[in-house]
Every structure is written in C-alpha cells, then in structure tokens.
C-alpha cells in the first residue's frame, strides 16, 4: 500500500469525526513517528509504500481516533514550552494555556538569582516543573504529587530533557507540612467543576484522568483553599504564588486570597481572552 493510499483511507474514515485540517494533521503527526518522515516529506512520497508493520500502525491509530482517544496519547508524547514530553492515561496532556503560565513565572525576572526555591504542586508530565529547570539553570526545582504513576513519567520527561527536579509523592489535600521554604510556588490544580463536564470534549472525558481535572461543585475551590494555606508557611516573605486557573471563578479566587492574607493579587487572561492565571505575594510578618 502507498502512502497516497493510506492517506486517503485516513482521511476518508475520519472524515465527519474531525475537521478536515485536523485530519490532515494527525496524519503528518503520524508520518513523522512512525515513519520518521516530516510533512514536507509526506507531500513529495506519495508513492511510498508501507511495510505490513508500518501500515498496521496507522491501522490502531485510526481505530483509536475513531473512538476520540488524543493523538498524544496514541503517540505517547507530546511538546510543550518547546520541549518534549511523554504523556500517559496518568497524566493530563499539557496544554498551550500553561506554556503562557509557565512564561509569566519566568518574566518575573527577580527569582532568577542563584539558588532560588520553585515548587510545582500536582506536577503530573512534569511539565511546569521542568520547563522552569530547563530555562532557570540556577534554581533549585521541585515538584510533587499524589500519582506514583505521574510521578515516573516526570522523572523520565526530567531525563529526556536533561534537567534536575527533585520529585517526591504527596496527597496535598491530606499534609500540613512541606520540605522547605520557597520562592515560588506553582500550581495547576484540578478546577474544571462537575457541572462543566457537559462542556468538555470527548477526548478529555473519556481519556484524561479525572482526578487530575474535576473537582465538585459544591466546594471548587478546595486546592486553591489548601494550597494557599500552605503557601502562607512555606513561602518566604518575598515569596510569590501562581495558579492556573477556571475562567469562571477567578473572584471567588480573589477574595479565598484576600481572606489568607494575600497582596498583589493579579489575573491575567490567556491567548483566548479568559481569566487564566492569578499571582499573589504573601503578606510580610506582622
């Protein structure tokens, strides 16, 4: 079989499925992994032909498309902030929205000094606490989670991308102590309340972990609550913390902030205009 074959029967089965430029996508995303070949190259091989093996590769993958499974899931990896990640049913696949959390930290330009402290709370790929490693040589870097599971694809994603991050397993919800004291403290929680599932796209229902995304409706701002509390022992008294956060609650946010003792509370919106990120100082002893 060709490649200008199999590429019709790609896009000819998922036509309907998906729209016709993520189609074409997924196929180039394919051509690259399995056969090692970019998009330029696929256009200039239509007649390429495939090995059993090969072409059985497109088969599964069709298969698990058509059951709306995440390409980077089908892959096993995915990119982020410019470096590559592998990704599993444990983890959440990272997305474009945290690349813009990851960069606002960075542009604080004042904990780039030598030996600062940076914690990633749920770090699930890894990948805000890996990003910050890899473009914040001098810091010190740590990240934790409740997933044993998440917690092994970190310390590979760390490998691959030849960083340090100090890794340990910690349910949040159920401690009252950290290791140490920190600069920074970072964290992308799970926020996306049960009544907004009817809003999600099948590929994340079906797929992603839900312990890593849902939270009830009756209490949505549990993390946020805990992980503030412990932000106000274990940050120092320059210390910052940031959140990703659901779009739709970023007062009730505000004022959980104001109510620990938080100043120089921000929001910031993302590339689609939503209320995204917060930062917030701690208060100075009294």
């Known amino acids: 079989m060709t490649l200008k074959k199999i590429k019709i029967d790609f896009t000819d089965t998922l036509k309907g499925l998906y729209p016709l430029e993520e189609i074409q996508s997924f196929f180039n995303i394919l051509s690259e992994k399995y056969l090692n070949l970019s998009r330029i190259e696929v256009a200039l091989n239509p007649d390429r032909t495939f090995s059993k093996t090969e072409a059985e590769k497109f088969r599964k993958a069709i298969s698990r498309l058509k059951k709306h499974e995440p390409i980077q899931y089908i892959i096993r990896e995915t990119e982020f902030y410019g470096l590559p990640f592998k990704v599993n049913k444990h983890t959440l696949i990272p997305r474009p929205e945290t690349e813009e959390l990851v960069e606002w930290i960075l542009d604080n330009s004042e904990f780039r000094i030598q030996d600062s402290e940076l914690l990633d709370i749920g770090t699930g790929t890894g ?160």
Do not use: H, W
Not at 132 to 139: D, E
Not at 152 to 181: C, G, H, R, W, Y
Not at 208 to 220: F, I, W
């Open 127 to 286: 990948c805000i606490a890996i990003s910050l490693a890899k473009n914040l040589a001098s810091a010190n870097v740590s990240a934790l989670d409740i997933s044993e599971e998440a917690l092994k694809i970190a310390s590979k994603n760390a490998e691959i991308n030849e960083v340090k991050v100090d890794l340990f397993q910690m349910d949040v919800l159920n401690t009252k102590t950290l290791p140490q004291q920190y600069d920074i403290i970072v964290s992308n929680p799970p926020y996306v309340r049960e009544l907004e599932k009817k809003q999600m796209q099948q590929n994340v229902l079906n797929y992603e972990p839900e312990s890593a995304l849902y939270v009830s409706n009756e209490d949505p701002l549990l993390f946020y609550r805990t992980i503030s509390r412990l932000a106000k022992r274990y940050l120092k008294s320059n210390g910052k913390l940031f959140f990703e956060i659901n779009e739709y609650l970023a007062d009730e946010l505000t004022e959980l902030l104001k109510s620990e003792d938080f100043k120089n509370i921000e929001v910031k919106k993302d590339i689609f205009g939503k209320n995204r990120m917060i930062k917030c100082n701690l208060n100075e002893p009294t």
